[in-house]
């Protein structure tokens, strides 16, 4: 029993380091997208620590890549508003996908829990920036102005769009930018999560298994 906890902790002390170095500083942006999305790949080492080790292990790793990104340089720069919204989804994926995955006895369990990493990434993601990201990150640095991050957002709805001119204002944005940018958003970056945890999580089992 001591030797399988102290491997355990010892894998997800590893996951940890991983997704806190990818959360810190391996991420870029797509110009279809505003400039504050950015495509960051530090859940393929939660989702398969969730995957191999469990739920709780997966949060754990979530909990802790918050907590280093305020702590190491060059820290927040959205006034903590992104990183509590990525604590929801993190713990919406974990939970929903690992709970599943470990737990149900059904044939398919594992295609529904890689379902359920998109699934429930892109509605809490929906969620945390309806009630979170942008009332918190207006307030934040614009003070409740909506007119500075509709500007942000103008050029990348026009790509979007193909070239279409979006006007946006207070009263369409929240609408535009979830259809046109949240839910394609993560859709995309948690479908590239899934895929990448899917290819490598088997094998990385048997690893742990033979430790």
Same mark, same amino acid.
């Given at each position: 029993m001591k030797k399988i906890t102290i491997k355990r902790i010892s894998f997800?002390? !590893?996951? $940890?380091?991983?997704t806190v170095v990818l959360y810190?500083?391996? %991420? =870029?942006?797509l110009p279809i997208f505003p400039s504050f999305l950015d495509i960051n790949i530090s859940m393929i080492p939660v989702i398969i620590?969730?995957?191999?080790?469990?739920?709780?292990?997966?949060?754990i790793c979530v909990v802790m890549r918050m907590l280093f990104k305020w702590i190491l340089p060059?820290?927040?720069?959205?006034?903590?508003?992104?990183?509590?919204?990525?604590?929801?989804?993190?713990? !919406?994926? $974990?939970?929903?996908?690992?709970?599943?995955?470990?737990?149900? %006895? =059904?044939?398919?369990?594992?295609?529904?829990?890689?379902?359920?990493?998109i699934i429930s990434?892109?509605?809490?993601?929906?969620?945390s920036n309806i009630f979170i990201n942008i009332p918190w990150y207006t307030h934040f640095y614009f003070k409740g102005d909506m007119t500075p991050l509709i500007g942000m957002c103008s050029d990348a709805f026009n790509l979007i769009t193909f070239g279409r001119?979006?006007?946006?204002?207070?009263?369409?944005?929240?609408?535009?930018?979830?259809?046109?940018?949240?839910?394609?958003?993560?859709?995309?970056?948690?479908?590239?999560?899934?895929?990448?945890t899917l290819l490598v999580h088997k094998r990385l089992k048997i690893l742990y298994d033979m430790i």
């Open positions: 997800i002390a !590893a996951f $940890c380091a991983i810190n500083y391996v %991420k =870029f942006n620590a969730t995957f191999m080790l469990g739920p709780i292990d997966g949060c060059p820290g927040t720069a959205t006034g903590y508003v992104g990183e509590v919204a990525d604590l929801l989804i993190g713990l !919406a994926v $974990c939970l929903s996908s690992g709970l599943v995955y470990h737990k149900a %006895k =059904f044939k398919g369990k594992t295609v529904l829990a890689f379902f359920l990493v990434w892109v509605a809490m993601g929906i969620i001119v979006t006007v946006l204002n207070e009263a369409n944005f929240m609408v535009l930018y979830i259809f046109l940018a949240v839910i394609p958003f993560n859709i995309m970056l948690s479908a590239i999560v899934a895929l990448v």
